[in-house]
């Protein structure tokens, strides 16, 4: 076993280090020619003109992953992207006809709620898509139509590569479909140079957050942790705060930013860590205001943003890095620090880190 963890302490680790070359392997075949090409998917430009709702189903990072991706979707397809819980959608009589797309999103292609979803998708008339790493898997095999993350064999219960070429998916897809829709005239060269910059992006997350395994000494021992962010933020700080809760047993829980003042504020106190997701210039003023306001109580904050980014660098307690990004997408290198913080924290804690207690790695009972 020593041997299959290539020098690293932990699977995890080891398939975290790995992310810049399972983002590059996802991304590669299928760029051609300076343009995103699915061959695998038999959909014709006048299919993907038909669709009128796009659900995406999932459970745990899948669905995160998802929740990442539908911004990229909308904000290029302008298609409506519902994310819905495979463990729900399956009792909801859903809404589907033949002209929703649904996406189904699973890295080992086995899990019992998501397998499940599909079947009731594709009973109801959809057309189904699923984005998994194992081939041949019950998902791919289901499917109208599979496309596959080139993540490699992933060890570690809690997801970390196959997380982020999932997402890498999501956002290859966008830029495909807005493409055959004609949406994105103009501006191919910019979105494809952006999707490529995602591996060389996750190494210079690495790079710059040297002082990881130091902060996870000062915050190990907390009782709980509260993520926030806004948007895209959002959607990442859900998978950061899983991270954590999965390995580390510590209580993590995401908190829509503009949500803490609904509920969340009042478990604030001395010494309450926050993990402070700005990565969106967009909201980062309105998410620089919860982090005043959840200063101004006591808390101790630690903030994820960009190296040279004053306003937020001045106010946060400590602080984790990213390097310039294009915030559509950003989830795909923005998750990385997150992902590093919840492995050493573990470490700090003593904690099974590839094999938590009570989780496995596919969920093949409902
Ligand atoms: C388990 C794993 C998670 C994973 C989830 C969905 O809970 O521990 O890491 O995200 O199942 O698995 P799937 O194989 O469908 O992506």
Redesign the pocket.
């Known amino acids: 076993q020593a041997a299959e963890k290539g020098g690293y302490e932990h699977f995890m680790l080891k398939e975290i280090m790995e992310q810049p070359g399972a983002v590059k392997a996802t991304i590669a075949p299928r760029i051609k020619e300076g343009k995103v090409v699915f061959e695998e998917l038999g959909l014709t430009a006048s299919e993907i003109g038909e669709i009128r709702k796009i659900i995406i189903t ?5 669905y995160y992953a998802g929740c990442a991706g539908k911004y990229a979707i909308e904000k290029l397809c302008r298609i409506p992207v519902e994310v819905v819980l495979a463990s729900e959608l399956r009792y909801s009589d859903p809404l589907i006809d033949n002209r929703t797309l649904v996406i189904v ?7 019992a709620d ?1 397998i499940a979803a599909l079947k009731e998708c594709k009973a109801k008339g959809a057309r189904t898509l699923a984005v998994v790493n194992v081939v041949g898997s019950t998902v791919a095999k289901l499917a109208d139509y599979t496309v596959y993350t080139w993540a490699g064999p992933e060890i570690a ?3 970390t590569k ?1 997380y982020t070429t999932q997402v890498t998916v999501l956002y290859l897809l966008a830029v495909y479909f807005a493409g055959q829709l004609g949406r994105t005239e103009g501006e191919d060269r910019k979105l494809l140079t952006a999707l490529q910059a995602l591996p060389r992006q996750i190494q210079q997350a690495f790079d710059l957050n040297a002082s990881i395994p130091a902060l996870a000494k000062k915050y190990h021992a907390s009782k709980s942790l509260f993520f926030i962010g806004r948007n895209t933020d959002y959607a990442i700080a859900l998978e950061g705060a899983l991270k954590m809760k ?1 390995i580390s047993y510590l209580h993590a829980e995401a908190y829509a930013a503009g949500e803490l003042k609904h509920g969340t504020i009042a478990l604030i106190e001395e010494h309450q860590p926050v993990i402070a997701l700005c990565g969106n210039p967009a909201i980062m003023e309105k998410t620089l205001s919860n982090i005043v306001e959840v200063k101004s109580r006591g808390a101790e904050v630690l903030a994820l943003t960009f190296r040279n980014n004053q306003k937020i660098v001045s106010v946060a307690d400590d602080l984790l890095f990213i390097p310039k990004i294009d915030a559509l997408f950003s989830a795909v290198v923005e998750i990385v620090p997150l992902q590093l913080l919840a492995y050493y924290v573990a470490r700090e804690n003593g904690c099974d880190i590839d094999k938590p207690k009570n ?5 093949t009972v409902e």
């Open positions: 999932a459970c745990g990072s899948a999103i699973s890295q080992s292609g086995e899990t998501t219960v809690a997801t196959g999965e989780l496995a790695k596919s969920v």
